[in-house]
């Protein structure tokens, strides 16, 4: 029963935490999408379309996806006339670069510089969207969706546009509640029962070989499968229970940002009839590397500075 109060405890907790980043958030960009300003937005940024190999009308997915979530801009995907190569340049960039401004904030939660999360998943989109735009000369024939497009929602009235704000908002944290207290509630009895231990040596490879240790496998798993959010989550009871270093909880962020739900950002492309499975390996293959190769630099500025002060002495 201890158990089972510590679990709930800690899901609420993050609830909480979370919830106060995704409420004002969620309300501030919903009314947003009513204003000129998310218009201009896309304007701004459409003649950089050609590019990275897409029309100037595909900025309004990539400004929904990276303003609200991969559902807006998939529901904006869907009335525009696509290539495949299109779809799939749209979908890889939205993989990396989605829901930005709720999953940055909550990023700077854990303490991961704001800077260094944009610059990662913003910079990941465009360098692979240039990359499949003049490597892949498939594609070019023309996309088929499966499913019908949903009527947008057309409001008048302030007052019904910051109720459905509202709508969002809550809907938005009776989702994270719906995970996020089953996940910490499964957390409480792997670690009481001493699961998490050998979860954790099981992960050990993996984790090692990304320059991380072994109690960070947690984070890492909540993350890939339930989302950058709920991976934080995660790790911030991590870095109170388990004792997560600093250098630890940025490696593991920054596999997070390039690789996390890997599923549920998998399948909901499938509708499009695009190649998945590529989509998957790209994020996956990028995520391991990213996280490699910074986790080596940072190694080996250690052992430098290291062999400084042994110098200095």
Known sequence: MGTLKKGLLSGLKTTWLLGKI??????????????????????????????????????VPLVLGNFLNLYAAIGAIIT?????????????????????????????????????????????AIVSAIVIHFFWDGGKE????????????HLQGWSNIILHAMENAAFGVLQLAMIAIPLMVGIQFLKDYGFLAVFSKWMSPFTRMLGMKENTSTTLAAGLFFGLAFGAGVMIQAVKEDGVEKRDLVLAFIFLIACHAVIEDTLIFVPLGIPVLPLLLIRLIVAVLLTVMVSVVWRNKDIHQRKELVHEN
């Open 80 to 124: 525009l006339k696509l290539s495949v190569k299109e779809v799939f340049i749209l979908a890889v960039m939205l993989s990396f670069s989605h829901n930005l401004l709720v999953e940055t904030s909550v990023a700077s939660r854990v303490g991961i510089r704001t800077l260094l999360v944009l610059g990662v998943r913003l910079g990941l």
């Open 22 to 59: 995704i409420v004002p958030v969620t309300l501030i960009v919903t009314v947003l999408k009513y204003t000129p300003i998310l218009p201009w937005v896309t304007q701004f940024i459409e003649p950089l379309m050609q590019l990275i190999g897409l029309p100037g009308d595909a900025a």
């Open 142 to 153: 023309a996309a088929e969706y499966g499913l019908v497009s949903a009527a947008d929602t």
